[in-house]
């Protein structure tokens, strides 16, 4: 099953040209036969974070938002704080695996990362860390297997059509 994603990078200094961890994740989603219906880049301030989030969210034909930047310790890092104000539901789950597989590329430099994860009007929209190697950490680690329909035990794509139950 394709899953549907939009892709914002969170930069005050990145452009299209030099986004590496972007480009990484356009190819990684690409190589799993994805679709990457739209792809932003946004200065690290929240409410123009926020404003394309909520308009992600509304759109049905978009499963996933992945979002990279912005969720290290630094003023300007705001990323999780946005994804916050749009969140139905937390993922907490997320963050911790990806400290876990991130602890063994880093070390103990994995807890500067808040990596997270949250449901938002029936959609994941996961906080990834800037980095190239964080990226592919999360995509390799995580992302890759939970958004396959047939990896087992289960995964987050099986889950898309109970997201929305009241």
């Not at 200094?13 to 219906?37: C, M, W, Y």
């Not at 597989?101 to 880093?106: A, F, G, N, R, W």
């Not at 990362?113 to 995509?139: C, E």
């Not at 297997?145 to 035990?153: E, M, R």
Request: net charge positive.
């Amino acid at each position: 099953m394709k899953v549907n994603i939009a892709l914002l990078t969170v930069t005050d200094t990145r452009t299209f040209d030099n986004d590496k961890s972007g480009a990484i994740l356009v190819e990684k989603i690409k190589l799993a036969n994805h679709n990457l219906l739209d792809r932003k880049i946004c200065k690290d301030n929240k409410d123009d974070i926020v404003l394309i989030l909520k308009e992600w969210i509304k759109k049905d034909n978009i499963d996933v938002i992945i979002t990279t930047g912005g969720t290290g310790l630094t003023g300007r890092d705001i990323t999780p704080e946005a994804i916050d104000q749009i969140a139905d539901k937390q993922i907490p789950g997320f963050g911790e695996i990806f400290r876990n597989i991130s602890l063994k590329t880093v070390g103990t430099s994995a807890i500067q990362s808040r990596a997270s994860a949250v449901l938002a009007n029936g959609k994941y929209v996961f906080a990834l860390p800037g980095s190239s190697g964080g990226v592919t950490d999360a995509w390799d680690g995580i992302l890759k297997y939970q958004l396959d329909i047939n990896h087992k035990p289960c995964n987050f794509v099986e889950l898309f059509p109970r997201l929305k139950e009241k």
